[in-house]
Structures are given as C-alpha cells and as structure tokens.
C-alpha cells in the first residue's frame, strides 16, 4: 500500500499557482489538465490544484499555540533537509514574495528544534516551510501532553 499523501485546494487561477508552486517551490508538474485542474508533486506527495473564483479566497485565522508566534489555521506545509529548505528561502527572498511568519526557529535545544516559516500562495492557502535541526528527528518518540485541552477530551 502506497504512504503517499493527497490534498486537493482551490487556487483560483491555475496558471498563477502553477508558477508558484514549480518556480517558487521547486515542486514537479505530474500532469496538465489545464484549465480545471493539475496535479503536483509536492515533495513526494500528490497536490491536486483546482481552479475556482479567484475572488473568493479562503479564510484563515492566526492562533496562538506555543510561545513563539501565532500559527495561521488552516494550512500545510512539508518537513525538508536544510539545503532544500534553504533553497526554497532564497527563491522567496530574491522574488520578495513576502513571509506571513518570517522564518524564526521553535523549540529551540529541543529534540523538536527546528527553523520554519509560513507563506502564502497567490490564492491565499497558507504553506508552513520547516527543517528540523536534527535531520533524523521528525515526530517525538512520547506522546505530547495534551492536558488542558478540553476539546480534544483531555481536562
């Protein structure tokens, strides 16, 4: 059985998503079903943009989950090797595409220590960037404490 993940998301225009997410974000064009929609390899993993009104973005809102900044929900993003990650950096950078979160790092001294940033593409879907300090730490090996959550059944 394949791992592979799949998320489909409206992106108003095709053409201005296409160009951001394979000139931006370096991601493969799978194939062209233009104008309705596209796949795209999206770093291993199948992103299928769909075509919809340009003017009716989504909405998102920012939250605050840990001491470090408020995270934009909802959104996606994808966990690189720092060249990788680098890389993307300096496409957004030299094209001054804008950070909603300029990169900063979380969890610093800890196994999860990582440097990550949020973005946007032209149609409003909200992207986290991240790369771990230590390239083999991906997901913690204990289960986080999620006391004082109520919503999620923990008092």
């Given at each position: 059985m394949?791992?592979?993940?799949?998320?489909a998301?409206e992106?108003?225009?095709?053409?201005?998503?296409?160009?951001?997410?394979?000139?931006?974000?370096g991601?493969e064009?799978a194939?062209?079903e233009l104008?309705n929609?596209i796949?795209?390899?999206?770093f291993?993993?199948?992103?299928?943009?769909?075509?919809s009104d340009p003017?009716?973005k989504p909405?998102?809102e920012?939250?605050?989950?840990d001491?470090m900044?408020d995270?934009?929900v909802?959104?996606?993003?994808?966990?690189l090797r720092?060249?990788?990650y680098?890389?993307?950096?300096?496409?957004?950078?030299?094209?001054?595409i804008?950070y909603?979160?300029?990169?900063?790092?979380r969890?610093?001294g800890?196994m999860?220590?990582?440097e990550t940033f949020?973005?946007?593409?032209p149609h409003c879907n909200?992207?986290?960037?991240k790369?771990y300090?230590?390239?083999?730490v991906?997901?913690?090996?204990?289960?986080p404490?999620?006391t004082g959550?109520?919503?999620?059944?923990?008092p």
């Amino acid at each position: 059985m394949s791992s592979t993940f799949h998320l489909a998301l409206e992106v108003g225009d095709i053409d201005s998503a296409l160009k951001f997410y394979v000139d931006m974000l370096g991601c493969e064009s799978a194939d062209k079903e233009l104008p309705n929609w596209i796949d795209i390899n999206f770093f291993g993993n199948e992103l299928t943009l769909h075509a919809s009104d340009p003017t009716n973005k989504p909405k998102f809102e920012a939250h605050h989950v840990d001491s470090m900044n408020d995270v934009m929900v909802p959104h996606f993003g994808v966990h690189l090797r720092r060249k990788d990650y680098n890389d993307i950096k300096k496409r957004i950078e030299e094209n001054k595409i804008g950070y909603l979160l300029k990169p900063f790092i979380r969890f610093e001294g800890k196994m999860l220590e990582q440097e990550t940033f949020f973005i946007k593409d032209p149609h409003c879907n909200i992207l986290e960037i991240k790369s771990y300090s230590d390239s083999e730490v991906t997901y913690p090996e204990t289960e986080p404490d999620i006391t004082g959550h109520p919503e999620w059944g923990c008092p």
